[in-house]
């Protein structure tokens, strides 16, 4: 069997991540008997300095002809100050859109290892943290509108977040199927008590929500659930939520974790093709210092070869490797604990691929 696997490493840690997962990708490949073959590209900054866009064209083209996207991370200082759609961001939301995921999907899960290295109270975490965030990612405010003009006395900017039923029903579906297949519960978030596009969300899930009778369904406004996840997380099961606000409760729900550096992520659409990404940023304060943490890059190949590349029993080795390097007590700098060992992304990444066995 031959994968074929296109290479974002993108810029700031984004190369050394990306550097681990292959190096637990070969792991895989020599116990499995199979080969994939790898083809690097560029997005983001670094696109932007050898090619003048963050998302050249032979990217995306690429990214269609594989059977899965691995992502490192992008942005940086340097781009900050580049118009919007010129910025290493545009890029990643280009991919994204180019692509065509539109679910994706944010499992914050904590590993029992790493409780204390949680900012919550062990009472709170108390038999284990798994929610799985479900975030539209190819719609709303990211995609809407977006304008700046002058008026007497300064500016007027809007960026407007709009949705159609039919961008609502297919990631509703998508977050019931899923809810199926685990606790059968499934809240959507929104803010239903103010913004119209949520109240068409509200209508169309519970429309939808008919159809899976053996799920749970509630609704939760937004700020409601950014409260309820850090007092009662345990309560959630898959969360589904428009883009932005499935943004900021992802990284929320990271810190039940322990870290933003554990928490992976997969992106789809209708194919078996998938865009897999950490869902933390580029770090440029930490990068080239051998200092990031891996396992949300590694952790997000497992998803990879879950969902895209069919290969169920490799996926299940990577996190029971992550699990047993963790029990062998080596720490990153952002998940350590005391009387812990502490390694830097190479160490981490090598450990790692010598598990998979
Ligand atoms: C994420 C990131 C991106 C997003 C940024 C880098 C554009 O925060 O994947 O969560 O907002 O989607
Ligand atoms: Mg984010």
Redesign the pocket.
């Known amino acids: 069997m031959n994968k074929k696997i296109a290479l974002i490493p993108g810029d700031g840690v984004g190369p050394e991540i990306v550097k681990q997962g292959i190096k637990v990708l070969d792991a895989v490949s020599a116990k499995y008997n199979c080969t994939f073959e790898y083809k690097e590209l560029v997005m983001g900054g670094i696109a932007i300095d050898k090619t003048g866009h963050p998302l050249p064209e032979k990217t995306i083209k690429a990214c269609k002809e594989s059977d899965a996207v691995l992502l490192g991370a992008v942005g940086g200082w340097k781009w900050d100050n580049l118009p919007g759609h010129l910025r290493p961001e545009a890029g990643l939301l280009g991919i994204r859109k180019a692509l065509g995921v539109y679910a994706n999907l944010r499992p914050a899960i904590l590993f029992p290892q790493l409780k204390s290295a949680s900012f919550l109270r062990e009472d709170v975490l108390e038999g284990g943290i798994d929610v799985m965030i479900i975030r539209e990612l190819i719609g709303g405010i990211y995609f809407g509108e977006k304008k700046r003009v002058d008026i007497e006395g300064g500016e007027k900017a809007w960026d407007v977040m709009a949705y159609s039923t039919h961008e609502i029903e297919r990631i509703t579906r998508r977050a019931y199927e899923i809810a199926r297949k685990r606790s059968k519960k499934l809240t959507m978030v929104d803010k239903a008590n103010v913004l119209e596009s949520s109240r068409l969300w509200r209508e169309v899930v519970m429309g939808i929500s008919g159809e899976y009778p053996d799920v749970e369904t509630n609704c939760m406004y937004v700020d409601n659930a950014a409260m309820q996840l850090i007092r009662n997380p345990k309560q959630f099961d898959v969360i589904v939520t428009e883009n932005m606000f499935g943004?900021i409760l992802?990284?929320e729900a990271s810190m039940l974790t322990g870290s933003l550096g554990m928490l992976p992520s997969a992106s789809m659409g209708e194919g078996q093709i998938g865009l897999y990404e950490p869902?933390h940023?580029s770090a440029p304060d930490i990068a080239g210092q051998d200092k990031a943490n891996p396992i949300a890059a590694i952790m997000s190949i497992a998803m990879m070869l879950r969902y895209s590349l069919d290969m169920e029993a490799a996926a299940s080795d990577i996190e029971r490797a992550v699990s047993k390097v963790l029990d062998k007590g080596y720490r990153t700098a952002d998940i350590m604990q005391e009387g812990m060992d502490l390694v830097g992304t190479e160490r981490m990444g090598d450990s790692i691929a010598e598990n998979i066995c």
């Open positions: 943004d992802s990284d869902i940023g």
